[in-house]
Nanobody, 121 residues
């Protein structure tokens, strides 16, 4: 199978920075798009940022200019550098990856378990 493990969440003051990381492991042949999503209490999960295997990025309007997504294809990792954090960025952040692999060598989406980011003074 394929597992995604996130790290780097926590509590930060408004205006501060955090860096989230996610590592994919298991039976992996290829990873296509990787990304970060978030879900705040009482709200639907929403896209934060994605990055293709070729490095093309896409950001939600709400995080453009503040967040930067990057990946290391050799290590099967994706990171999210979050700067100038606001209280409205408070949410559980989930790593996502479009992976060809697993026990049946199929292509599907995988999700991490989520990591809490709280922006508060």
């Amino acid at each position: 199978q394929v597992q995604l493990v996130e790290s780097g969440g926590g509590l930060v003051q408004p205006g501060g920075s955090l860096r989230l990381s996610c590592a994919a492991s298991g039976t992996i042949f290829s990873i296509y798009t990787m990304g970060w999503y978030r879900q705040a209490p009482g709200k639907q999960r929403e896209l934060v940022a994605t990055i293709t295997s070729g490095g093309r990025t896409n950001y939600a309007d709400s995080v453009k200019g503040r967040f930067t997504i990057s990946r290391d294809n050799a290590k099967n990792t994706v990171s999210l550098q979050m700067n100038s954090l606001k209280s409205e960025d408070t949410a559980v952040y989930y790593c996502n990856a479009d992976v060809l692999g697993g026990s049946t060598w199929t292509r599907r989406d995988y999700w991490g378990q989520g990591t809490q980011v709280t922006v508060s003074s």
